[in-house]
């Protein structure tokens, strides 16, 4: 009976390859290392940059999800980008990756799985334009996980000048904060919660007043703000 013996298998976020390994040691401050957040650990990304032999270095990261010299990139995978697209996230982290030169954003999977998502196409249409054009960041489409570690890598062999860490989350403003609470509501945006805000003053008049005084800047969705702020809350 013939043994077959099997190839035991390594760590790879634990056992980087001999040649990282020995290049690091040896001080060698041309290599630079691919910064990732320590929630992507859970992503095929990084084991494919190791395949690639491509330093990687682990990070808690304030700003995106991987760091390349002056380059911060945030990757959505299709369903986190329409859901950061409802919830208006994705807009806090696109204005807190502008302390960087250059911003990336990667979204995984196509362009008509993304159109297939029930959202109206669009809308996904005009978001993408609202990122490239007011928030000036690069859209790239990817299909997978391994086509998105070969464009960092990419960029990584693209030598640049690093940049510090040094950056932080984007602090809102008092007004600011006041508008965001109100775009939590369902077809709330930045200009209606502005309207809302002058008309009333402050949050607190917003959620008493009337049906009809909200109609003044709400239109026919006034009766379902109305009934939101009236609704009772049904334990799970």
């Not at 395949?51 to 990261?61: A, D, G, H, R």
């Not at 196509?110 to 159109?115: A, G, K, R, T, W």
């Not at 007043?209 to 703000?225: I, M, N, T």
């Amino acid at each position: 009976m013939k043994i077959i013996h099997q190839k035991q298998i390594s760590d790879i976020f634990h056992k980087p390859s001999t040649k990282i390994i020995t290049s690091l040691q040896k001080g060698n401050k041309d290599i630079s290392k691919i910064i990732i957040d320590n929630r992507e650990r859970n992503s095929l990304v990084p084991s494919e940059l190791i395949k690639m032999e491509i330093p990687i270095e682990f990070q808690q990261l304030k700003v995106g999800d991987y760091i390349i010299n002056n380059t911060v990139i945030e990757r959505k995978t299709i369903s986190d980008f329409v859901s950061s697209m409802i919830n208006k996230r994705l807009f806090k982290q696109l204005e807190e990756m502008s302390q960087y030169p250059q911003q990336l954003l990667l979204i995984e999977g196509s362009q008509e799985e993304l159109e297939r998502t029930g959202i109206n196409p669009n809308a996904i249409r005009g978001f993408l334009l609202t990122i490239t054009l007011k928030f000036k960041v690069s859209i790239i489409f990817t299909k997978d996980q391994e086509e998105t570690a070969t464009y960092l890598k990419i960029l990584w062999n693209k030598k640049e000048k690093s940049m510090s860490f040094n950056v932080s989350k984007r602090n809102l403003t008092k007004d600011e904060r006041l508008s965001f609470i109100l775009e939590g509501f369902p077809n709330i945006g930045p200009k209606k919660s502005k309207d809302l805000l002058k008309e009333f003053k402050t949050i607190q008049n917003v959620l008493n007043a009337s049906e009809e005084a909200l109609k003044k800047v709400l239109g026919k969705r006034a009766p379902e703000f109305r009934e939101i702020c009236e609704r009772e809350f049904k334990y799970f």
